[in-house]
Every structure is written in structure tokens, then in C-alpha cells.
């Protein structure tokens, strides 16, 4: 039953919507009221699915009230109703939060697939938005299963694809949990090729409206992986990219954290709606940067951005990807430059990196006891959600080693 409140000040309105509504068997009016401020009471009381609101009402009008109820009870859209002629206060309503508006006079055909729209995506919110569900605000780790951790880079060729894959593995050989990586990059993805995966189904056949998004059409979709890693392969073909929405992304995310314990994304460099959407689902952000100027630039710029969507300083670790051998800069005049300490800084070892990635194995399967093996497996240890936010671990170096690196936590 869908449980529907009606705000509206003329008595013979409220009633006639109520009749309307009443021939529906799925739809319900549980509760009225006569103006904004009273719509609120009662939607507070009673909790219906869906607010129907008039515009134009003595004392609290329905903006203001829809403008109220969008903060107040998120998870109550409001369809708002009103005759011709509002059409500026209705641009101000939907900012307010309004879900749909009806012009009056409108069919009862028209109200009822209005209110069924609206409840179903509300619904569809619930089920996929742990967050929209619980009303937290933006920002706020949402972590009612497992940890989304997010790969991002300002430049390509950073190493963010190699990263990914290689915490995605080293977290399923440091936790021995459950662990999925998605290849976000939705244009170039190389996770298949890195992986040499040879598997049909990419996010493509998740978002073409051939079947419902739950989690048995996404088990069928994901590759399986080495270690038992399940991996969602990224399009074939750039086209197919552009398919690919914000919400599709959302909806994925929230299921896969729900069916795995840690859900790696690895992204493409330019920031795109799916990218966006990633790092709001995210609970961990790693920011892979290289040893040159420009892309110290980006990482920086990257890291600004991050902050402007006020996503907190501790759920980001910088990775610095030395893999530039002539690089004359070091971690901590990096760390000064970004004003942000750098977690781990990986060597360049073209020839271990090479040879995983031709074998399409992790590097951290392929060359276990290496050292840069040993800082991933390091750097998985510290998405755990009980990792400690600061803290240091080295890791000691071989004897004929001239290197030093060290990883923070
Ligand atoms: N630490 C490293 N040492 C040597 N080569 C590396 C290292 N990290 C990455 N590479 C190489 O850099 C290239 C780009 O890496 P990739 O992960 O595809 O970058 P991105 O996904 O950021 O574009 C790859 O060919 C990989 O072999
Ligand atoms: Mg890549």
C-alpha cells in the first residue's frame, strides 16, 4: 500500500483527491491536512510514501512546507500540485525538493502514475541508498556493509589501474574477505586487459534495462578473478560508456557493498558524473600521484577537489607511484608542496610491474616477497575499518636495496 497525505486548503479539493484516490487498490490516503505548517504535523505523524502538496495556501504555503519536508523527513517526496501560472514558483519548489508537480487540473490517471513513480523510486532509493535511508549527510562515511574504497588520479598513466588491482588483491590476501573490484573507467578500462580476463559481461549489460538491478543479474555479470576476486569489467567499447549513469552507479555500488566486505573502484582520470558518484559512495579515497611536476599538479588539484566535496581528510591516503626512474622530487617535498602527508610511495620496478601485467597477474601474486609487494599489502591493511588514521610502518628494506620506504597509517 502506497500511504499518501493530501495538503490542501480547500476542503472539496482534499476530498475529491481522496475519492480519486480511493478507486486504486495499491494507494491509500491515510491523513490531511489544510496548510504547510499542518502538512508537516501530520506527515511527521503518520510517515506516508508520498506528500500531495498544494502551492497556494494561508499560513505556510506549500513551498516553504516542501522546502521544510525535504529536510525534515528526506525519505517523504513531495509531489507538488498547482494551477497554471505558478510555473516560476514551481522552479522554486523543485529546488526545494519537490519530486514532480502536477498542473491543476490534472486527470486521475495522471495523479496516480504520478504517485507510483514516486514511491518507486523513493523505494528504489531505500533499497539502494544506505545513506538516503538513513538521512546522513553528504560526506559522512555510510557504512552499513562492506568498504568502498575509490582509486582516483588527476593524470592517466600514474598507475591508478595497477593500484587498484593490486590492493583489490592484496586485500583478499590480507583479509581473506570477500572482495570485488569495479572497473569505473568507462572509456579505457584496462582492468581485463591487466587482469587478462577473458569474460563476456561488462557493466554494460547492467545498465541496458534488459534485466532488474539486484544482485543475482550482477553476480551473473561479474568476472571471476585469481584469488577468488570477482571483478565488474568496465565496457568494451567507448561508446557504450556514455550508458553508464550516476544512479546505475549508485545502485551498483550499494548492492556490492552489501555482498562483499571490500568493493575496490578503480576510475578514469577525467572526472565524470560515475567518478562523482563513486567518491560520495566511497568510505576510502586513494589518490594515486607520480614523481613529476604535472602530476603533482593534479594530484593537488585532485586533493582540492576532494575537500570541495567535503570529503574527510582521514578518508584519504595519497599513494605516491614512483614508477618515473629520472623523478628528482621525494615524498616529503611532495608532502610539503600538497600540505597533505603521502601514505606510501611505491618504486619504479618496470620489470616486476611489467612482468605481472604480461603474465595478467597481480603483482602482489606474481612477486609476493618484493618490496613493493609488501607496501600494497601494507596499504590494504590500512583501508581495514579499524586501521588506525595516522602512524607509521616501514617496511625494511633488503640489504642491497639503496631504497627507503615507508608507509604511513
Ligand atoms: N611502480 C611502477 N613501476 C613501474 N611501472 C609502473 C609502476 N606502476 C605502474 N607502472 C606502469 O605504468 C603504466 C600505467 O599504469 P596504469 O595503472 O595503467 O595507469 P593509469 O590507470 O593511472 O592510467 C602501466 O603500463 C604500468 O606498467
Ligand atoms: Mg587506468
Known sequence: MIRVVVVDDIPSTREN???LLSFEEDIEVVGTAGDGREGIDVSRQLQPHVVLMDVNMPGMDGISATEALAVELPQCPVVIM????ERDYLRRAMQSGAREFLIKPFTGDELVASIRRVYELEEKKGSYSPKAAAGAAVGEPVNPGGQVCVVLSGKGGCGKTFV???LAAALRVETSTRVCLVDLDLQFGD???MMNLDHAKTITELVDGQGSMDWEFIDDVLADGPLGLRVLLGPFSPEYGDLVRADHVRAIVDILRREFDYVVVDTASQLSEATLEAIDAADRVIVVGALTIPAIK?????LKMLESLKVNRDRISVVVNGHDAH??????????NLKFPV?????SEPRLVGGSIHRGSPLVVTHP???IAELLRGLANSLKPDAAASGEIKVEVKAASPRRFSLRR
Open 17 to 19: 483527491l481522496k475519492k
Open 82 to 85: 498547482s494551477v497554471q501560472g
Open 164 to 166: 587498484a588491482i593490486n
Open 191 to 193: 582492468v581485463g586487459v
Open 298 to 302: 593534479d594530484t593537488r588539484l585532485m
Open 327 to 336: 623523478a628528482v622530487y621525494d615524498a616529503p617535498s611532495i608532502e610539503r
Open 343 to 347: 601514505r606510501v610511495q611505491l618504486p
Open 369 to 371: 616477497e618484493s618490496d
